[in-house]
Nanobody, 123 residues
Framework: EVQLAESGGQSVQSGGSLRLSCKAS????????LGWWRQAPGKEREGVAA???????TYANSIKGRFTISQDNVESTLYLQMNDLRPEDTATYFC?????????????????WGQGTQVTVSS
């Protein structure tokens, strides 16, 4: 069974940094697209960053230059390094896999989701 488990969310002040982790299990890590999504109260789920199975990375314009996605194939863990955090980054962050090599642009195409981890940025 494919499972994803996020950790690392917490409350920080504007300008601070956090690193989120997503531990994957139940499949050959790296064989599928893995992505980070976030959802703020009252808003739609938004794609943040993703890694294709070939290693290509994609980022949302709103976080380019501030967030970095990476993965550790030995630890089967996906990371999201978030720097220069802003209040508008406040959301629940989820990792998800599409169970395909490519990274779809819509949330509904992702088949497995973690439980989410809360990030709160205060001004």
């Amino acid at each position: 069974e494919v499972q994803l488990a996020e950790s690392g969310g917490q409350s920080v002040q504007s300008g601070g940094s956090l690193r989120l982790s997503c531990k994957a299990s139940g499949y050959t890590f790296g064989s599928f697209c893995l992505g980070w999504w976030r959802q703020a109260p009252g808003k739609e789920r938004e794609g943040v960053a993703a890694i294709y199975s070939d290693g290509r990375k994609t980022y949302a314009n709103s976080i380019k230059g501030r967030f970095t996605i990476s993965q550790d194939n030995v630890e089967s863990t996906l990371y999201l390094q978030m720097n220069d955090l802003r209040p508008e980054d406040t959301a629940t962050y989820f990792c998800a896999t599409s169970l395909t090599a490519g990274c779809p642009q819509v949330a509904v195409a992702y088949k497995i989701w973690g439980q989410g981890t809360q990030v709160t940025v205060s001004s």
